[in-house]
């Protein structure tokens, strides 16, 4: 079982994602991460979803995405060469010698402090998921307040494109 | 161009993609649709005693004469008693449309009056659902969803519509394009080229082939070019339980049904086959049996319009996404012009292999049932068969009867076997036979049904009264939930856990002379053939026939469990 990652180009209509995310639960998938925003074209969605599988369960969730009515294209994203990103703001305390500390730290991640009050950084950091996952580890687990991930987005690097 | 009400815009688009029956029941959110269709006199709507028996009946009509179903009701209870019904027509790829009533649009989400989430609870088992928004859409919604549910592998499609957008003091111009396209839905109807042609090298190479033929087969000119190409090749065929008619079911070449209760012949020379050409099926757990032990020697070529069925459970080596009618013509012609056919002598070997199991334990060279005490249930369907030629529109309930039907009476044409094959869904067997009945008042129409199934939509003997419906039910009276005591019996020790009424059965005579039809008590095999008759002359009336028949018959062929396709319990006391 591998984490493979899923994008999808569907109709910006409601109750299309509830049929993407029906789809999951109703076979016993899991979806690990999930992101959903419309595209240049407002009538469309693009979604990148991660989730756990081999490649035949992985190949049966991409047909059956595909059979959807609402969903435009599917391409499994891991299977060749993509680009990934996720966006993860963190609450942190910092009061004293951890404000340094911390600041030091958001400096090596390239993140950046968005909100700032004597005794709280909340940060803002972009990256691959592991590198989030780093960060989180990186400083003092006592002091994390908040955790919100936006989930993983990702295209396909060189030419391709998903589109209509 | 005159405006019209939701009301009126919806039974105007219906008539116009060629609605004329419609099978519903009235309530708080439709009345407006129902007002509407009082007010025109285009569409003809059936009055069932139920939702879930409209499904049925409107599957049933799709099933007979492969048009889509139309069901309307309302909303909360009337839609969620409409998805047995849907979900049965879900699992065997019937084309339906169901419009549901829902509260009106302010008032969804607040918990209202009959509010459900129509939407939701469908999701599951529909192939789309629709809610309207906006009243003008309604004529372009309803001709995708007919475009939908007709098209690609068929399906149930929903139609939710909030009260307000029928509303009868609103009007609107109907406007609905001559066709339509979905950007995102577009169905493989032409196979691959290459595919085809490697699925023809290997069939042509094949020394013991079989064709193995599914619902999918039944679609658009698909039962002539299979018995085309069968016939052509000279190779045996093979169905299940929903492809039943597709292909000649007494033709030589036809080695019967084959799966959990499929014969002798059929599953031995699946598992001895070397190459399997799957038609329009998709290798169910009933056919299947262990995944593992499937076909060990066959190369499996596999032509679905469902990329999903495709490699789903058995994998295949040669899969040819297509509709089944494109991908034969074209199989056809390919092996027309080539001019060759099939090794002689290893067909003729083959076909020697496969005529020494049917005589061995085939179902049609001699009764393999005992006929020294009572009735038994296979003779009642060989009764039905002779009776009526061979030639009824057959519908069927779900248990030992729906599989004795299946294996004793033998459909020539498509289009005549109506039967809850993916779902197994009690209470189908009324209400679809009143469907067929309604697609052609002209066709005898019987209905193979159990006294466990019969009574879970018996309401609709009512429905039959109104609409002079004059259905054959042939109950097949075991006193006893007889395929779940045959797997207590099998598995259990005969521990009959819930299986039994103790004498509460009703008196189904009586029952039916209560609803104004016709009742016979059949408990002699002298009377049998006699009764039936009689029950099959009376062309205008619904006739209950409750044939008493031995309680401890099982229904054999049966696959071992987890075992091979064939490995079977061919009786009582044998195993292959």
């Known amino acids: 079982m591998t984490k493979r990652i899923i994008s999808i180009l569907m109709e910006n209509s409601p109750g299309a994602l509830s049929r993407v995310v029906g789809l999951f639960s109703q076979r016993g998938y899991n979806i690990e991460s999930l992101s959903v925003a419309p595209t240049e074209d407002v009538s469309m969605s693009r979604l990148t979803l991660t989730t756990l599988g081999d490649d035949e369960k992985t190949e049966q969730i991409t047909k059956q995405l595909n059979k959807l009515i609402d969903v435009i294209k599917v391409i499994e994203l891991s299977n060749s060469v993509f680009i990934e990103r996720e966006l993860m703001m963190i609450k942190l305390k910092a009061t004293g010698s951890a404000r340094e500390e911390i600041k030091h730290c958001v400096d090596i991640f390239r993140g950046q402090i968005v909100d700032v009050t004597p005794t709280i950084y909340t940060v803002q950091l972009v990256g691959d998921s592991d590198k989030l996952t780093a960060f989180i580890h990186a400083v003092d687990e006592t002091a994390v307040l908040e955790v919100v991930r936006t989930g993983i987005s990702g295209l396909s690097r060189g030419e391709k494109v998903l589109s209509l | 161009m005159e405006n019209l009400s939701g009301g009126d815009l919806l039974t105007r688009a219906l008539t116009d993609v060629g609605v004329e029956l419609i099978f519903g029941y009235p309530g708080g959110a439709a009345l407006h649709i129902y007002d509407a269709l009082f007010r025109q006199n285009k569409i003809k709507h059936i009055l069932v005693r139920h939702e879930q028996a409209a499904a049925h009946a409107a599957d049933a009509y799709a099933r007979v004469t492969g048009r889509v179903g139309t069901v309307l009701v309302t909303s909360g209870p009337g839609a969620t008693n409409a998805i047995t019904g849907i979900a049965t027509a879900y699992m065997d790829s019937i084309p339906m449309v169901i419009i549901s009533g829902q509260v009106p649009s302010a008032r969804i989400g607040e918990d209202a009056f009959q509010e459900t989430d129509m939407m939701g609870v469908s999701r599951p088992v529909v192939k789309h659902s629709f809610m309207v928004q906006d009243p003008s859409e309604i004529p372009i919604i309803v001709k995708k969803a007919y475009y939908l549910a007709s098209s690609g592998r068929p399906g149930p499609v929903v139609i939710d519509i909030p009260k307000d957008m029928t509303d009868p003091n609103q009007f609107f111009e109907y406007r609905c394009p001559n066709t339509v396209s979905i950007r995102s839905y577009t169905p493989t109807v032409k196979g691959h080229g290459g595919q085809i042609k490697k699925a023809v090298r290997a069939v042509m190479a094949a020394k013991k082939p079989i064709v193995y033929i599914g619902g999918g087969s039944l679609a658009g000119q698909g039962p002539e070019l299979l018995t085309r190409l069968v016939k052509k090749l000279g190779v045996p065929v093979t169905s299940t339980l929903m492809g039943l008619g597709a292909y000649p079911g007494t033709d030589e070449q036809f080695v019967g049904m084959l799966g959990m209760h499929g014969t002798y012949e059929s599953n031995t020379a699946m598992h001895n086959s070397d190459v399997i050409l799957a038609v329009g099926a998709r290798f169910d757990d009933r056919v299947t049996n262990k995944i593992e032990k499937f076909c060990p020697d066959a190369t499996v070529i596999h032509i679905d319009i469902d990329p999903t069925s495709i490699s789903k459970t058995i994998a295949a080596h040669i899969p040819i996404v297509g509709s089944v009618e494109s991908v034969l013509r074209d199989m056809l012609k390919m092996i027309e012009t080539s001019g060759k056919s099939l090794d ?83 209470g189908f067997g009324i209400p679809a036979a009143m469907g067929a009945q309604l697609a052609n008042m002209d066709e005898t129409v019987a209905c193979f049904t159990g006294e466990g199934s019969v009574q879970m939509c018996i309401q609709e003997l009512s429905t039959c009264t109104q609409y002079n419906l004059p259905i054959k039910i042939i109950n097949i009276n075991n006193q006893a939930l007889g395929m779940v005591k045959q797997w207590q019996d099998m598995n259990y020790d005969s521990r009959y856990s819930e299986i039994l009424y103790e004498d509460s059965l009703p008196d189904f005579v009586k029952l039916a002379e209560a609803y104004g039809h016709v009742g016979m008590k059949v408990t002699k095999r002298e009377e049998l053939k006699d009764k039936l008759k009689e029950c099959f002359a009376m062309k205008d009336r619904v006739v209950f026939m409750d044939i008493y028949v031995d309680p401890h018959e099982h229904v054999y062929p049966m696959q071992v469990p987890l075992q091979s396709v064939g490995d079977m319990f061919i009786s009582r006391t044998e195993r292959t």
């Open chain 2, 344 to 426: 002689t002598s290893a067909l003729n070997s083959w076909w020697q292999q496969i005529n020494e199991w049917r005589d061995k334990h085939g179902l049609y060279t001699q009764n393999r049932f005992d006929t020294s005490g009572m009735i038994m249930p296979q003779e009642v369907v060989q009764a039905v068969y002779e009776v009526t030629h061979g030639d009824a529109v057959v519908t069927t309930d779900v248990g030992q009867h729906q599989m004795f039907a299946a294996q004793y009476y033998r459909f020539d044409k498509p289009r005549r076997w109506v039967t809850s094959g993916g779902l197994g869904t009690m």
